[in-house]
């Protein structure tokens, strides 16, 4: 088993920080924007997709 070594670690892991490419703020902005687009729509077509499908249920079972 390999020791762990707490110094060289947090090395590595520094220079794996900076190589990192980080979004600008304007990117960040529009994919948000993006991700809640998406998320509304996602949720706008699964409350009507289950208020048809309960429509089609109670039509059936006569309730």
Partial sequence: MA??????YSKEVKAEG?????PSKDE???STIAVFI???IV???LFLADQVMSFFIKL???L
């Fill in 43 to 45: 949720a706008l077509f």
């Fill in 60 to 62: 059936i079972l006569g």
């Fill in 38 to 40: 998406m998320v509304a």
């Fill in 28 to 30: 960040t902005v529009k």
């Fill in 18 to 22: 900076k190589k990192v490419t980080w």
């Fill in 3 to 8: 020791k762990f070594k707490p110094v060289e």
